[in-house]
């Protein structure tokens, strides 16, 4: 079946710095990519929709300038949490589709802590 | 917009019970239905799903029917085990109305006691 690679897995910084994660299909093209956060027990917040080669569109209350999504490539996509809060600390997790695909395929997820 | 609702948990089963999630949903047009579990610090992944009336998903002893009447999804295993302890989400997607975006539940936890 299709693989989704999502690292790092975990990830600790230090308040102010900025993170990236990354988002890979192994097997497939992925034409969309959709990025969540999870709060513990809470269900997955979509934050924004990438398409690739064309700029996210984010969901309503995601700041743009905090979470940089780059969709560069139909295998990769990466979101970057600028200038991190303690705030920002939480589970993302990316998913892709092909084109035509109804399923999304999911990422192991990152734990983001911000010290 | 669309919108699902799921039984709320924590839910607790002894092993060998019988289980049933509820989930219902809202939706424009003609939606597919999915089941996904997410076991500890892990991502989400598909369980089973149907994408259109009366289809049964079913997956690892798990099943779901696609009721258009009742507008529900509900998860069902006959004899839980002690591995299916995870957190499901019941989720929808209306790819040709809606972008590709998918709604999910709130999730719910189940935790299996041997």
Same mark, same amino acid.
């Given at each position: ?8 897995? *975990?990830?600790?910084?230090?308040? @102010?710095?900025?993170?990236?994660? $990354? ?28 398409? %690739? ?5 984010? $969901?309503? @209350?995601? %700041? ?22 303690? $705030? ?8 892709? *589709?092909?084109?035509?695909? $109804?399923?999304?395929?999911? @990422?192991? @997820? ?6 | 917009?669309?919108? =699902? #609702? +799921? ?19 809202? !939706? ?9 579990? +997410? ?5 989400? +992944?598909?369980?089973? /799903?149907? #994408? ?7 997956? /690892? ?15 069902? /295993?006959?004899? =839980? +085990? =002690?591995?299916?302890? !995870? ?6 997607? !209306?790819?040709?109305?809606? !972008?590709? /975006? ?6 719910? #936890?189940?935790? =299996?006691?041997?």
């Amino acid at each position: 079946g299709a693989v989704v690679s999502q690292h790092p897995s *975990r990830v600790i910084c230090k308040s @102010g710095t900025s993170v990236k994660i $990354e988002c890979r299909s192994l097997d497939f093209q992925a034409t969309t990519m959709f990025w969540y956060r999870q709060f513990p027990k809470k269900s997955l917040m979509l934050m924004a929709t990438s398409n %690739e080669g064309s700029k996210a569109t984010y $969901e309503q @209350g995601v %700041e743009k300038d905090k979470f940089l999504i780059n969709h560069a490539s139909l295998t990769l996509s990466t979101l970057t949490v600028t200038s991190a809060h303690p $705030e920002d600390s939480s589970f993302y997790i990316c998913s892709a *589709r092909g084109q035509g695909y $109804e399923k999304l395929f999911f @990422g192991s @997820g990152t734990q983001l802590s911000v010290l | 917009g669309n919108s =699902v #609702t +799921q039984m709320e948990g924590p839910v607790t089963l002894s092993e060998e019970a019988f289980l049933t999630i509820n989930c219902t949903y809202t !939706a424009t047009g003609y939606p597919s239905l999915f089941w996904y579990v +997410q076991y500890p610090g892990e991502g989400l +992944q598909l369980l089973l /799903k149907a #994408t259109k009336a009366d289809d049964k998903g079913s997956n /690892k002893g798990f099943e779901a029917t696609y009721r258009k009447e009742t507008t529900s999804f509900h998860l069902e /295993k006959g004899s =839980v +085990q =002690v591995s299916d302890s !995870a957190v499901y989400f019941c989720a929808l997607s !209306a790819y040709n109305t809606n !972008a590709g /975006k998918s709604t999910f539940g709130d999730g719910t #936890t189940l935790t =299996v006691k041997p």
